[in-house]
């Protein structure tokens, strides 16, 4: 015991001498409080002057309490002293029934003293047997001549050798002779755990199941606990060991690392992979690459791989990569340098993307990687939007070079084609299409609408019956032939050939299967006639219609696209358009505008033009949110400005806190420009409508209004902040912008084009903006581009007139001559089909 | 990134058909009325690798983020199980 334990008791700890206890009485109360070193003391004293047994018991029971403190702090050296001096000094035995002597020695290591213990039979006959059983696992290790002085008939010395012989067979990987070996070990022998272990950890690698049913066989905590828990670590599935290997000892490490197979050089590598393993979290890929280059020397090739993969995170370590893994392709850094781009979100990715490319292209390379990454170049740079842009077109063209076989990609190539209104390009595509994949369905229906889009009707009803044939039941090619009489019928009236549009009608009546598109064709026929049995069936479509604003907008509809005056066969089909319209007349309206194709979209005005004022006197009619909001998003989309301010106005007058109204009311009062025109109090609404939206969680509106008040890039070079200053938003004719061709430029990549082409037509003459609008044949696109050049051409003569201080930076590319561009109506595909 | 050909236990130089025979196997092995989760992973994996341009897609383009399986399977791709040494296990035997 230390000197600290022999130092009488500080005051503070004994009772209090006003008490006078005796020191029998002083000594009991430490004991039952619990101060065991008191207590020891105080009894010992008392031993001194007479050895009466109940206080060498109390002293005992002190001893015992003040080992068992210290066991409880891990302490377990300093509890076995405690409890050997309570053995030598109160003549108690070192183990007893339900003593802890046994653990606290096995806690401590002392395995040999435990061994001497089992051999001096100081242990009492019931307590033998587990002492045997927790002394195995030691047992196998101690001296020869330790266990010598066991009885020979003592199971731990008697199954010893087959013990040692199971361990050596099973080092060896020789099954045969582990099975014999452990024969001779029976169940109750204090080695029987030792069986399971050792043949679970020969099938750890073959049958994991096998094995992890041979270690359920076993109790935890047994006597071979640490090798059975290398065992169990190891059989986990997947990196599940990673953790466990943690908690294990050393020497249990580095056993599971020989089961798995770990290499010296690489155990260092798999204690970090353990620690990542163990925050729980998967790793950052830049965590993951760190570790990979700075252990890359004694890695596999497939670390070499995943690390590949992860350089787009990190691309500055290439010049790493290469010092720990080896060269890389160039093609392959241009493919990494082009993702890390892509990764951090901005950026030009063409570059590297075109000449990996380049790199892949020959046949003898990897064509088929090229053409993957030009459609994903595709992808990425234009997406879902409409593809004008021919460089992004041809990106797809050339990957059907190198890969002639991707259907997805053919499909794609004619849709765009045909959106984009180049039919002959169109037409090209499906060929080659058509070339590879002659009778799939898919290809079919593009032909078909390839022919619809070209008025090659006829066409499209071959190509939709070869489809049939294939596809018997597919009801969208059914509808489409249906269509196609219907657009044939439409353009016979259109040439006064009433009797050949009568046939056409028949046969559309054959496939159509909606009423409305049957209510259609009669309309057709009232059409295609000025006789009273014309009317008549004019009179019988109108009233299947529903004989108000619906009806009138089919006449005018199918008025405009068969050529005739919309005003003469509403007065013949007897529509009154003075009464009000109700809530469902309006949605039955504007659902059959959102049903318009897009060729009819330049109709549109033309055919609500008598439709403005009823539909306009009905925006206060009963409706609901939702249904305002569909009729003014649709409104927006057809750019119906001023129904849109009516509606938009009649929502905000009903709900004047929902944001989705205030914006629309403002977009629809100043267009896409509002942030030059808005007012101070409607800035002030927009700000609470953002705020508003986002509390509601309405992110669309939040970002339609950011967009519609955020200023523009300075391309002068200005920073961020001086957008607040006013002079930025300077009067007509101060351009705040240095290049003006670019902020045009990026008006359209904003898809502003039409913000554009409207703030053109409010600046420029008649006289000079028809012809550009003409020679754009109706790409909106092309005509905000021949207005760019316009009005750059412009600025810059301004220019030239103004004093030199005040004159703008010149723009970076000239504006084309418009010589050349002789406005010609886009008719390519005339004469090119049947009819 | 969780590993499609680690998932299906195939070779990157697999071709269509052991990587749909693999796809089968997995299948077979964990419908998803027994274990809905490794049913969608093994799904997943076939679907990014079940074509050549579907693997070359992969190899190019995947971005997604490394897993612990991921790291532990590329740093251990080379490991060789062997049996450990007597003196190894009667050493954990007779440790303190």
Known sequence: MSRKHRTPPPASRQT??????????????????????????????????????????????????????????????????????????????????????????????????????????????????????????????????????????????????????????????????????????????????????????????????????????????????????????????????????????????????????????????????????????????????????????????????????????????????????????????????????????????????????????????????????????????????????????????????????????????????????????????????????????????????????????????????????????????????????????????????????????????????????????????????????????????????????????????ESSRVGSQGAGALRRAGIELSRAATSREVLAVVQAINALREADERKLQTVLDPLRAPLKRAAGADFSESELISICETLLRRDEITLLQAYAGAGLKRWPERPVFVYLTIFARHGKSARFAMSSREIVALEKAAEQAQADGDQRTVARIRELVQPLPDFAGGGPDDFDDPDVFGGPGEAPFADLHALFEMMISLDNDQALITMARELMPDAEFCPLERAAGGNRKKLARLLIDYLVELDAKVGASRSPREAPTPAPRAPEPLKGKVPVQDDRQKGLFDD | MIDPYRVLGVDLSADDETIRAAYLAAIRESPPERDRERFESVRAAYETIADPRRRIAHSLFDRSQPTIDDLLAAVSSDFAPRHPTDRRLLRILGAK
């Open chain 1, 16 to 557: 209090p001498p006003s008490a006078a206890v005796s020191p029998a009485t002083r000594a009991r109360q430490a004991l039952d409080a619990g101060r065991y070193r008191d207590a020891i003391e105080f009894f010992k004293d008392l031993l001194k002057s007479e050895r009466r047994p109940e206080w060498v018991d109390a002293l005992a029971q002190s001893y015992a309490g003040r080992a068992a403190e210290l066991a409880g702090k891990g302490m377990f050296p300093e509890a076995l002293v405690v409890w050997r001096n309570r053995s030598s000094l109160c003549d108690k035995p070192l183990v007893e029934g339900g003593s802890p002597y046994l653990e606290w020695l096995m806690r401590a290591g002392e395995h040999d003293a435990a061994l001497r213990l089992l051999i001096s039979a100081d242990a009492d006959p019931s307590t033998a047997a587990d002492l045997e059983t927790r002394l195995a696992a030691v047992a196998l290790t101690a001296p020869d001549g330790t266990l010598a002085q066991l009885a020979d008939d003592r199971p731990l010395r008697r199954h010893r050798a087959a013990a040692l012989a199971s361990i050596a067979a099973c080092c060896r990987g020789d099954r045969a002779d582990l099975d014999e070996q452990l024969r001779t070990i029976p169940f109750r022998s204090p080695y029987r755990d030792l069986r399971f272990i050792l043949k679970a950890l020969l099938l750890v690698g073959d049958d994991p199941s096998q094995a992890a049913d041979l270690m359920a066989r076993i109790a935890v905590d047994g006597p071979f606990e640490k090798l059975a828990a290398v065992v169990r670590a190891a059989l986990l599935p997947g990196s599940r060991w990673l953790v466990p290997m943690l908690a294990l000892d050393e020497e249990g490490r580095q056993l599971l690392l020989d089961l798995k197979g770990c290499p010296d050089n690489r155990r260092a590598l798999m204690f970090e992979v353990a620690a990542l393993a163990r925050l729980g979290t998967p790793p950052t890929p830049a965590k993951v690459l760190d570790l990979l280059l700075r252990r890359g020397r004694v890695l596999p090739t497939s670390a070499a791989r995943l690390c590949r993969r992860l350089l787009p995170y990190g691309a500055k370590r290439l010049a790493e990569y290469r010092s720990a893994f080896g060269q890389l392709a160039v093609a392959e850094r241009e493919c990494i340098l082009a993702l890390a781009i892509e990764q951090d979100g901005g950026g030009w990715i063409e570059e590297h993307w075109l000449r990996a490319v380049d790199l892949l292209s020959p046949p003898d390379k990897a064509p088929l990687h090229a053409a993957l990454i030009l459609r994903h170049l595709y992808e990425v740079i234009v997406g879902d939007a409409d593809a004008d842009d021919s460089e992004c077109i041809d990106w797809l063209e050339r990957s059907l070079l190198l890969d002639p076989d991707d259907r997805a990609t053919h499909l794609k190539l004619i849709r765009i084609h045909r959106q984009a209104k180049d039919l002959q390009a169109a037409r090209a595509s499906l060929d080659r299409a058509l070339a590879s994949f002659a009778n799939d369905p898919a290809v079919l229906l593009e032909a078909v609408e390839t022919a619809l889009a070209g008025n090659a009707f006829k066409k499209a009803v071959t190509l939709a019956k070869r489809l049939l044939e294939i596809d018997p039941i597919n009801s969208k090619v059914r509808a489409l032939i249906g269509q196609a009489h219907l657009s044939h019928a439409r353009k016979q009236i259109r040439a006064q050939r009433a009797d050949a549009a009568g046939r056409e009608l028949d046969l559309a009546e054959e496939w159509l299967s909606s009423p409305n598109d049957r209510s259609i064709a009669t309309l057709l026929r009232g059409l295609s006639a000025s006789d009273a049995p014309a009317t008549a069936l004019l009179l019988v479509a109108v009233a299947e219609l529903g004989g108000g604003l619906l009806a009138a907008f089919h006449v005018l509809l």
